[in-house]
């Protein structure tokens, strides 16, 4: 009896080193960045990973093998669900948003993008619950006139708040925040 429970602890150990050890080297590729911006006194964090386009075609049709297809739901980001913190109420792209946390999902498209809250955090980035979406918009993209070769998450000043920039390869998502 004790031999059996050494060995299924022993198990449990070898399981646990091997899942926390290849985390850590996944997200050697998509390292973890937070972006932060205050509106109004009050703060909004992003805490999210940072993958690389590495020559790959990013945003297009399925069929020309896009890492991420028009239409298709992403994690925003890389390994876990990219999280968003409000320390209190906004408004994101016309929309009211109650103080807290949520993953940030989106569904690129070719002219815009649908930006997704979801109430479930702490998860795998590609594990996405539908039934858990607090709230979806539609936002606007722009052009870059280079490539960016890193995701990256940043804030631009507008009249009356913030837009969030989703920046990657040459597409820009401008998700507009104002204060309530």
């Known amino acids: 009896m004790k031999k059996n429970l050494l060995i299924v602890s022993a ?75 409000f320390e209190k109420d906004v408004i994101m792209g016309g929309k009211r948003v109650k103080a807290g946390s949520y993953s940030l999902f989106s569904v690129p498209g070719q002219s815009s993008w649908k930006i997704i809250l979801n109430s479930e955090t702490g998860q795998w980035g590609t594990e996405y619950n539908d039934g858990k979406n607090v709230m979806n918009v539609e936002v606007p993209i722009r052009i870059r006139p280079t490539v960016q070769e890193i995701f990256h998450i940043y804030f631009e000043q507008i009249p009356n708040g913030v837009n969030m920039i989703l920046s990657w390869d040459q597409t820009e998502a401008l998700i507009p925040f104002t204060h309530p």
């Open 11 to 85: 198990l449990i150990v070898v399981t646990l080193a091997g899942f926390w050890g290849a985390r850590k080297y996944t997200k050697s590729f998509s390292p973890e960045a937070v972006a932060e911006t205050r509106l109004d006194g009050s703060e909004i964090s992003i805490t999210y990973g940072q993958p690389r386009k590495k020559g790959r075609l990013i945003f297009g049709r399925e069929q020309d093998k896009a890492l991420l297809p028009y239409g298709k739901v992403w994690r925003t980001g890389a390994n876990e669900a990219t999280i968003i913190d």
